[in-house]
């Protein structure tokens, strides 16, 4: 079964500094979907970035960038010039790739980021 | 606006009555999800459906029923049987081809008491 992982609870950053934010998971799967989603204050969940496994570039969202690691099975989310707005929750998530006939995502238990001012 | 809806966001129930969470999406994703989130233990998933009647159990489906007659709408039930169902719930929906992603409602608080 697919595992996800994030081993802080909760870290913080200085405002305009750069933080990462750790995530790994387990599979057997060599095709597959990976995420990060923000949770804020409002408990909205807002997607971040995504990442195909198949794609080796790693993905990048404005000050948002991942490194995927796929033979260390690491997805590791790293936030630069951090913003008072992105002190939130963060959660890794997981998906089987269409090939696998299921569309089940799993979340990972979430870190909390708070933003120093 | 496409998006989802989930109604109530606060809902108060007495223990020993079953209650009925709403989730109704306007994206035309066939696939849709319902969750339960409690401190410190992430997103779990309760129910999910891929297509207009059929359903799946996730890992926490004791207690909890689901139905899925349109495609837009999919109920999620919390019954009498669940042993703590004070939790915040979340309803998602994603396409079940690529690109893949999962759109969220605002979700629905709900105190048993």
């Known amino acids: 079964a697919q595992t996800v992982t994030q081993s802080q609870p909760e870290m913080s950053v200085q405002e305009a500094e750069t933080v990462t934010l750790s995530c790994t998971y387990d599979?057997?799967?060599?095709?597959?979907?990976l995420f990060w989603y923000k949770q804020p204050p409002s408990r909205q969940m807002i997607l971040v970035i995504r990442q195909e496994a198949y794609k080796q570039q790693n993905a990048t969202e404005n000050r948002f960038s991942v490194n995927f690691q796929k033979a260390a099975k690491s997805f590791s989310l790293k936030i630069s010039d951090s913003q008072l707005g992105d002190a939130a929750m963060y959660f890794c998530?997981?998906?089987?790739?269409?090939?696998?006939?299921?569309?089940?995502?799993?979340f990972g238990t979430g870190t909390r980021l708070k933003v120093l001012a | 606006d496409g998006g989802i809806t989930q109604s109530p966001k606060y809902l108060f129930r007495k223990e020993g009555q079953n209650v009925t969470l709403s989730c109704e999406q306007n994206?035309?994703?066939?696939?849709m999800y319902w969750y339960r989130q409690d401190p410190g233990q992430g997103l779990r998933l309760i129910y999910y459906?891929?297509?207009?009647?059929?359903?799946q159990k996730g890992d926490i489906a004791e207690g909890y029923s689901v139905s899925r007659e349109k495609k837009e709408s999919f109920p999620l039930t919390v019954t009498s049987a669940q042993k703590n169902p004070t939790a915040f719930y979340l309803c998602?929906?994603?396409?079940?081809?690529?690109?893949?992603?999962?759109?969220f409602g605002p979700g629905t608080r709900l105190t048993v008491t």
């Open positions: 998530a997981y998906r089987r790739g269409t090939t696998s006939g299921t569309y089940k995502y799993i």
């Open positions: 998602a929906s994603s396409t079940v081809g690529q690109p893949s992603r999962q759109y």
């Open positions: 599979t057997s799967e060599s095709d597959y979907y």
């Open positions: 459906s891929q297509i207009v009647n059929d359903f």
């Open positions: 994206l035309n994703h066939d696939a």
